[in-house]
């Protein structure tokens, strides 16, 4: 039987083989196995992953509710709740130019919303709905955002109520341009999937704090469509102090960017 021994030894290699890859690119052999990205540790235990794990179903579970659907007549996307007078924040192509809302919560409560004020250069706007009776989110620095951190995109894509998408950080200060022509300035870029719907929810970090605004996702005329793993979103340091401004002079005011875009459009 020497061909069937011969046959066992060479799938027993190939299994170590896969083994010992699966565990380096887990950072198994790594001193920094007890990293947030959930590397196994060395007794191969994968603590590091269960602990990134319970981490994200934490986060989700203290946004999600401070993520609202916002209905138009229109369309629908989302927002996030910004204080606890039910200021919500969202973008501007999401009101669509109307004034009166339809506000949904999480937990499928449903009031009337107004808008308090839009500043579509950078395609935001705040909608007061008192009805709304849920904590607001907590916003972070966005100037604090490193390429590689790990992000959750929180939000309603097609109408599906607290729809949670993960990625990461990709590039930070990109000038892109919407369907509309606007440019945005110094935009995140995030692997995480963003998909019609999302625009106006939380770009979330593993501290639970909103680091951005899901806007648009690329979209590529050669591939015929949207491009997977590339989305954008307005840094939380820009919506807060936009916010701010609409909230206490229904306006705001403030320069953009006149670098050119890149060259994609979505």
């Known amino acids: 039987m020497p061909r069937a021994r011969s046959i066992r030894r060479a799938v027993l290699i190939a299994v170590f083989a896969a083994l010992a890859a699966t565990l380096a690119a887990c950072g198994g052999g790594s001193s920094g196995s007890n990293s947030a990205t959930g590397a196994m ?35 629908q996307g989302s927002g996030i709740v910004f204080d606890t007078r039910s200021d919500i924040v969202t973008n501007a192509h999401v009101v669509a130019g109307e004034t009166r809302f339809r506000v949904t919560t999480a937990s499928g409560h449903n009031s009337t919303g107004t808008l308090l004020g839009t500043f579509a250069r950078e395609d935001l706007a705040v909608v007061r709905a008192p009805g709304v009776d849920v904590a607001p989110a907590s ?13 959750l995109a929180i939000g309603n894509p097609l109408g599906l109520h607290s729809s949670v998408t993960d990625g990461i950080v990709s ?96």
Do not use: C
């Not at 981490?55 to 659907?69: A, D, H, L, R, Y």
């Not at 916003?139 to 992000?151: E, N, T």
């Not at 015929?224 to 002079?249: C, K, N, W, Y």
């Open 139 to 151: 916003f972070g620095r966005s100037a604090q955002l490193q390429v590689g951190d790990i992000v």
């Open 41 to 75: 540790t060395a007794d191969g235990g994968g603590s590091s992953a269960l602990d990134l794990q319970r981490t994200m179903v934490q986060v989700i579970g203290k946004v999600s509710p401070s993520v609202v659907n916002i209905e138009t007549s229109q369309g």
């Open 171 to 266: 590039a930070l200060g990109r000038d892109v341009q919407e369907s509309s022509g606007i440019v945005l300035p110094d935009a995140i870029q995030t692997s995480a999937p963003i998909n019609p719907g999302n625009s106006g929810g939380a770009l979330v970090d593993l501290a639970g704090r909103v680091v951005g605004i899901p806007t648009l996702a690329a979209t590529s005329p050669r591939l015929g469509g949207q491009a997977v793993g590339i989305g954008f979103a307005i840094p939380s340091d820009t919506a807060d102090h936009i916010a701010r401004q609409l909230i206490e002079h229904g306006r705001a005011t403030g320069a953009t960017t006149t670098a050119a875009p890149a060259a994609i459009t979505g």
